[in-house]
């Protein structure tokens, strides 16, 4: 298995304002993975993050709204921009292991106001 | 749509029942998961079944894959109240893992 941390765990936030989240993993994975779980739903993936590229986006995702850092093969960022009560959600980092299972992080609670 | 389709969206049975969950998709798959998640909180990984797999046990649990028909599902037997939580099944095609809709099960003791 792997160990995940998120950070911060929930986070109140007000209108337009931006919140990082960090994802901090207990040894080097190749790819990392954002998505997001709107209330009451499944989780969508927001995009794939590989160490020394540009993270690639899913479909109605885009760079400018959620940035995404992967600075080294443990650690990456993804930042929710310009906030609006319909970024409300909880957003989850994950992580391969074995090119097979894949494992997820607590997720990081967000509110928007 | 990046979902998967998992029916029901919801089931409620009695402790002791078994409870049925399944899932389809569209795409070729490399593998398909199935994760718990208790009240919006973090996933917790129950079994993995690789394409070339009809059937895995864990436990109380059963997985079955179909790939003729893009299909699988998830058996829990003899329920129990603590098995109350949202059921998701995952599948990986390539380097993507996309999740079912869900199912949420509730367990009456």
Known sequence: ?113 | SQQGEEDPQALSIQEGENATMNCSYKTSINNLQWYRQNSGRGLVHLILIRSNEREKHSGRLRVTLDTSKKSSSLLITASRAADTASYFCAFTGGFKTIFGAGTRLFVKA
């Open chain 1, 1 to 113: 298995s792997a160990v995940i941390s998120q950070k911060p765990s929930r986070d109140i936030c007000q209108r337009g304002t931006s919140l990082t989240i960090q994802c901090q993993v207990d040894s080097q994975v190749t790819m990392m993975f954002w998505y997001r779980q709107q209330p009451g739903q499944s989780l969508t993936l927001i995009a794939t993050a590989n160490q020394g590229s540009e993270a690639t986006y899913e479909s109605g995702f885009v760079i400018d709204k959620f940035p995404i850092s992967r600075p080294n093969l443990t650690f990456s960022t993804l930042t929710v921009s310009n906030m609006s009560p319909e970024d409300s959600s909880i957003y989850l980092c994950s992580v391969e292991r074995g090119g097979v299972e894949q494992f997820f992080g607590p997720g990081t609670r967000l509110t928007v106001l």
